[in-house]
């Protein structure tokens, strides 16, 4: 583990040289960079979908800005996929876990919730279907967070650790690409199908949202073409809750059926997180208190930038045009440098770098509050958010993915970033009160100082994990004796 949170060394000086740097950029010409690349995009597409571009579809129907903060608690599904994470990690599916393997077969499922979700949002027309709508949209995101449970899994499965920076930083990439298609596109579409007409126009959301339900099927050829990762934990997990379930039977009198019940019960529910506790100790709670907060700036303002960008009488072409040419181009060069840097200076160093950024651009957009309608300063704001979002996401993701154990991978890895949604999503549902309350140039200066407390628990998660390499606190337990403690 300490390689994640250790810098690359150099091969010689004290200074990195420019050709270390420079041959640090091919890793992301590998099969499962570049396959990590498709997939990410798939698990991105969804989320504005149910957040973000929905606001703005929802503001432009005439909902308030309080409804449509609450509705943003649509995205709490992201933040409680810990609770069925287990039945993903260890169910088989019939005939298609057979056909496809676990992995494929869950994300192929759920892939297909997705679409299912995305039709029924665009056959609903909010001013008349609101409720309908609403339950398309659950079903969505639902869908999407099983999707997110799978993809992580197998991301983290189909490579060895060295590449997990980079793996990240593939992902992050191709999940910005999927939420600028779901921002910037979803708005281009609706306004070259409303052509000349003004106001809202209901079919013009239906168009672009089912190009967007099609667009899921990149996700899904690239899941047919895709291996299996080989899933190394399954069969010592299976003889560990043969060996429980035979103990059962034998010490507490259990029939066979239920000691297998159970056996399976704590195999796939409690020995995930009580083998993560044994593993950190009290120094678990640091990490789940850095995972809570880390990207709270980003996720309470998101909620509010689409409305807010409608306020200030931007255009949905004007949005999807700085989006789409100036927003591609950072978060491609954010999510790549972040990938680079953590491998070159370290996770945690890019960790920091990223948080304070990412706080740091909500300022801009309290700036932009001041400014009326901008489309210099738009360019500037979005260019910047969007930069200091895909440094900040390549290291967390990696860093999420090296708090996990191969032997429950699917599990531990749903409640990090479960987590990570959980408390900003749920603040973020009081984000249009907030606006009315105080204006946009307070709200957004509010966000920014939500992230000042994540700063101090990245240099103390940073201590911690330095102490823990050197070798002054308890080495993280192998996963061979943690699999034989929770048996």
């Known amino acids: ?65 309080q409804s449509i903060g609450f509705l943003s608690w ?110 910037a596109g979803v708005l281009w579409i609706a306004a070259r199908t409303q052509g000349e007409v003004t106001g809202y126009l209901y079919s013009a959301w239906t168009v672009a949202y089912l190009v967007m339900a099609s667009s899921m099927l990149v996700g899904m050829m690239t899941v047919f073409f895709s291996p299996e990762p080989a899933h190394v934990s399954s069969k010592q997990a299976d003889e560990s809750e043969t060996a429980l379930a035979q103990r059962l039977q034998t010490e507490q009198a259990l029939t066979p059926r239920m000691a297998r019940a159970a056996a399976w019960l704590h195999g796939a529910v409690i020995a995930p997180f009580k083998e993560f506790l044994l593993r950190f100790g009290w120094h678990a709670l640091l990490i789940l208190a850095l995972l809570a907060t880390y990207r709270i700036s980003d996720v309470v303002m998101g909620i509010m930038a689409n409305p807010f960008y409608v306020d200030m009488g931007y255009s949905k072409e004007e949005v999807a045009s700085v989006s789409k040419i100036y927003g591609v181009i950072m978060t491609l060069l954010g ?13 945690m160093r890019v960790m920091f770098i990223g948080g304070f950024l990412s706080a740091s651009s909500n300022l801009l957009f309290s700036w932009l509050s001041t400014r009326g309608h901008d489309l210099t300063g738009l360019i500037a704001v979005i260019s910047a958010d969007n930069l200091s979002s895909g440094i900040a996401s390549a290291a967390f993701i990696a860093y999420m993915s090296s708090l996990t154990s191969a032997g429950y991978t699917a599990t531990q890895y749903a409640l990090f970033s479960s987590l990570m949604a959980l408390l ?7 984000s249009g009160l907030a606006v009315d309350t105080v204006g946009y140039s307070n709200f957004f200066i509010g966000t920014a100082l939500m992230g000042l407390p994540v700063l101090l628990l990245v240099w103390l998660a940073q201590r911690m994990h330095a102490v823990r390499d050197a070798g002054l606190l308890e080495k993280p337990r192998s996963i061979s004796e943690s699999t034989e403690s929770n048996v």
């Not at 299912?116 to 279907?129: E, F, N, V, Y």
């Not at 999510?335 to 996770?347: D, H, Y």
């Not at 900003?424 to 009081?430: E, L």
């Open 335 to 347: 999510a790549a440098l972040g990938g680079v840097m953590s491998l070159r200076i370290g996770i």
């Open 74 to 183: 649509i995205g709490l599904a992201y933040g409680f996929k810990w609770l069925w994470a287990p039945l993903v990690d260890r169910l088989a599916i019939p005939v298609l876990t057979g056909l496809l393997g676990r992995r494929r077969s869950w994300l192929l499922l759920a892939q297909a919730g997705v679409i299912a979700g995305l039709i029924g949002m665009a056959l609903s027309d909010p001013k008349t279907a609101l409720f309908t709508l609403v339950c398309c949209a659950i079903l969505t995101a639902f869908s999407s967070a099983t999707q997110d449970i799978v993809l992580d899994a197998y991301r983290i499965e189909s490579a060895e650790e060295k590449l997990q920076a980079a793996l990240a930083a593939a992902y992050q990439t191709g999940y910005r690409l999927a939420m600028i298609w779901a921002g």
């Open 424 to 430: 900003p999503k749920w603040i973020a549902g009081f």
């Open 1 to 65: 583990m300490s390689r994640f949170f250790k810098p690359s060394a150099p091969s010689s000086s004290k200074s990195v040289p420019l050709m270390e740097w420079l041959r640090s950029w091919k890793v992301y010409a590998q099969a499962p960079v570049r396959r990590m690349l498709l997939l990410g995009f798939s698990a991105g597409l969804p989320l504005l979908l149910v957040l973000g571009t929905l606001s703005f579809w929802l503001r432009e129907a005439g909902i308030d800005r």
